[in-house]
């Protein structure tokens, strides 16, 4: 009935992942030159398939979402999403995704996710900052390891997380939200 | 997982905090109804023990304004598993405290308490597998369900995986967003030396709440304690990153392949 609703949904996951790549870039203490052109060089940074899981025995797991306090900065709405023409009890559709570049002060990051059957199985930037030697290097570093993070994610199948209480406010940036997102 | 049964979602702020319901296999009309009056249950637990409400039940009990036996039955359940868990945790676990304000406050169990009773509420209405997070906090029925366990030290990072099939809670303490809320009840300071987070996986959410409460509390003496209760495992993240389980913990602890 609501068509419109998981597509809003999943747009919000890929706000968050974009705020994700942004604490990536911010954790370096480095300081770049602000790239002022808006939408300037971009990299194309390949997609990270989901088939590989590089889960052993070993529990840890890395995932996506967005870590707490990440930035947040710009990047409401969405761009824009394609949407393969699944059919209504077929097999699940798949939805592609692409984020509001957001500005960060490094550059605008874009992100692009695909989703199928509530789950996400692939991401990428398909903007990131470059320019300077500087801007070049964390791209070429925190966009993948993003890339692969959120794939990984999906590679564990949780259903929900438990951790240490969180408040409503808290929530939103936390995975169980991103979760609840992906699935409705 | 399977998408093909259906699958009932929904998220409710309640409590200062967001409950994730997952209800799988939920094609009967009288599941979807159960739903509802579970959310519904949630706000009235709300309503009736909230410290933050001056004029929910627990605050007028709290001012003496009302006798316990003019409280609704949730009330005196509550305070007494309160008292129980009090007993059973040497007072590590305790809904009272010293000090200005409120002296009664049993929101430690409640929410772990509320968000099983919900949980009934929907197995009740023949739905045989249900999944509910309160906060962080997990009840679930029927599965397989996988619950990531966040790592503590690294925010969007899971430290372990839980696979349930079947009746199973799993409850996570740590000093939250906003800083420690677990105090050392003999010192009301944080705990010594406690974990970055301890999560606790028994039958019961109200128990394992409690479990993970006291636990954290407890600091350093916590995993021999747990170590020693039936039907109880645990595992935790330590400050320095490195983690202790229970021994029979690995039973629970999901096999990630590709």
Redesign the interface.
């Known amino acids: 009935m609501k068509k419109k609703h998981p597509l809003r949904r999943i747009l919000l996951s890929s706000v968050t992942t974009v705020s994700?790549v942004v604490l990536l870039l911010a954790l370096k203490p480095t300081t770049a030159p602000f790239t002022s052109q808006a939408g300037g060089p971009a990299q194309q940074v390949p997609p990270v398939s989901a088939?590989?899981?590089p889960?052993?025995p070993d529990?840890?797991?890395?995932?996506?979402?967005?870590?707490?306090g990440?930035g947040g900065s710009g990047g409401s709405g969405g761009s824009g999403g394609t949407r393969d023409p699944g059919k209504q009890g077929g097999a699940?559709a798949r939805k592609t995704v692409t984020g509001d570049a957001a500005q960060t002060s490094y550059g605008p990051v874009q992100v692009k996710i695909t989703v199928e059957?509530?789950r996400i199985v692939s991401a990428a930037a398909v903007q990131a900052p470059a320019g300077t030697p500087t801007s070049d290097q964390l791209t070429a570093t925190a966009v993948p390891e993003l890339n692969q993070?959120a794939v990984t994610?999906q590679?564990?199948?949780?259903?929900?997380?438990?951790?240490?209480?969180?408040?409503?406010e808290?929530?939103r940036k936390s995975?169980?939200?991103a979760?609840?997102k992906a699935?409705? | 997982?399977s998408?093909n049964p259906p699958?009932l979602?929904h998220?409710e702020?309640c409590m200062?905090?967001?409950f994730?319901f997952?209800v799988r296999g939920a094609r009967d009309p009288r599941v979807r109804a159960a739903l509802d009056e579970a959310v519904a249950g949630l706000h009235e637990v709300d309503a009736v023990f909230s410290t933050f409400r001056a004029d929910s039940e627990i605050s007028r009990l709290g001012r003496c304004e009302l006798a316990l036996a003019e409280c609704s039955p949730e009330v005196r359940e509550v305070l007494g598993l309160c008292e129980d868990a009090e007993r059973r945790t040497d007072g590590w676990f305790t809904a009272r405290y010293e000090g200005p304000g409120s002296a009664l406050d049993p929101t430690g169990l409640v929410?772990g308490w509320a968000v099983e009773r919900a949980v009934r509420t929907i197995t009740a209405a023949g739905a045989g597998k249900v999944?509910l997070?309160g906060?962080?906090?997990?009840q679930l029925t029927g599965g397989p369900?996988?619950?990531?366990?966040?790592?503590?030290l690294?925010?969007?990072?899971?430290?372990?995986?839980?696979e349930a099939d079947g009746e199973l809670a799993?409850?996570?303490?740590?000093?939250?967003?906003?800083g420690c809320?677990i105090l050392d009840p003999r010192t009301g300071a944080p705990p010594a030396e406690g974990a970055a987070?301890l999560?606790v996986v028994c039958a019961s959410l109200t128990e394992a709440d409690t479990w993970a409460t006291a636990g954290y509390a407890m600091g350093g003496r916590a995993r021999e304690w747990l170590e020693a209760l039936p039907d109880v495992e645990a595992f935790a993240v330590a400050a320095d990153g490195t983690t202790w389980h229970t021994t029979g913990f690995g039973r629970f602890?999901?096999k990630?392949?590709?």
């Open positions: 994700g088939a590989p899981s889960a052993g529990p840890s797991v890395p995932v996506a979402s967005d870590p707490a990440g699940p059957g509530g993070a994610a590679s564990a199948q949780i259903d929900t997380v438990s951790g240490a209480s969180f408040t409503s808290g929530y995975l169980q939200s979760l609840d699935g409705a | 997982m998408d699958r979602r998220v702020h200062g905090t967001v994730s997952d929410k999944c997070n906060g962080g906090d997990v369900w996988r619950v990531g366990i966040a790592d503590p690294r925010p969007g990072g899971l430290a372990t995986v839980v799993v409850a996570t303490s740590g000093p939250a967003e906003r809320h987070s999560t602890v999901a990630l392949s590709a």
